[in-house]
T-cell receptor, first 112, second 110 residues
Framework: DQQVKQNSPSLSVQEGRISILNCDYT??????FLWYKKYPAEGPTFLIS?????DKNEDGRFTVFLNKSAKHLSLHIVPSQPGDSAVYFC???????????FGGGTRLMVKP | KAGVTQTPRYLIKTRGQQVTLSCSPI?????VSWYQQTPGQGLQFLFE???????NKGNFPGRFSGRQFSNSRSEMNVSTLELGDSALYLC?????????FGPGTRLLVL
């Protein structure tokens, strides 16, 4: 039973355009959501997070949107840069931070 | 602040052996979690320690165990290694609701 799903295994975007990565979850008890960026054989790097009491959080080029009724969140990267090419994971937790449940990841390729 | 550190970075073992991996959290962080990443199962939670006590445990067999020391450093141990234990093992330390990951230990079981 996959509680967090990233239905797009890969996404290709032109440099300078917007990248939109999507994530769906099934467990309504999740109250905190995070996005991580990961390169092969390295640990995930924290990008941005959002609490379930908010519907949007922004940090520089990264914005996360949360739609609780649809159990859906998305990460927007504007403008996309070649250095953004990596695998992006969304993660969810209950009790604000314990025990992260990860999606399967989306490979983002930003073409120059 | 220095990030999460993990040692060793790479390890090769044979079936039936045991292995111990080490993690030092970010200074001041008291919570340490461990995760396993494999191509088939993705990133999965193993366990979390806080102030030397295991607070949560994922769905892994008893061969996987861990502990945390008074300085918040943590170790995880896998006994009687199986081929399927080959994975990237990640440690994370937590500040409030955000977990910060180390570089991982790549374990190969032959």
């Amino acid at each position: 039973d996959q509680q967090v799903k990233q239905n797009s295994p890969s996404l290709s975007v032109q440099e300078g355009r917007i990248s939109i990565l999507n994530c769906d979850y099934t467990n309504s008890m999740f109250d905190y959501f995070l996005w991580y960026k990961k390169y092969p054989a390295e640990g995930p790097t924290f990008l941005i997070s959002i609490s379930s009491i908010k519907d949007k959080n922004e940090d520089g080029r990264f914005t996360v949107f949360l739609n609780k009724s649809a159990k859906h969140l998305s990460l927007h990267i504007v403008p996309s840069q070649p250095g953004d090419s990596a695998v992006y994971f969304c993660a969810a937790s209950m009790d604000a931070g314990n025990m992260l449940t990860f999606g399967g990841g989306t490979r983002l390729m930003v073409k120059p | 602040k220095a990030g999460v550190t993990q040692t060793p970075r790479y390890l090769i073992k044979t079936r039936g052996q045991q292995v111990t991996l080490s993690c030092s959290p970010i200074s001041g962080h008291r919570s340490v979690s461990w995760y396993q990443q494999t191509p088939g199962q993705g990133l999965q939670f193993l366990f979390e320690y806080f102030s030397e006590t295991q607070r949560n445990k994922g769905n892994f067999p008893g061969r996987f165990s861990g502990r945390q020391f008074s300085n918040s450093r943590s170790e995880m141990n896998v006994s009687t290694l199986e081929l399927g234990d080959s994975a990237l093992y990640l440690c994370a330390s937590r500040e409030w609701a955000t977990q910060y990951f180390g570089p991982g230990t790549r374990l190969l079981v032959l």
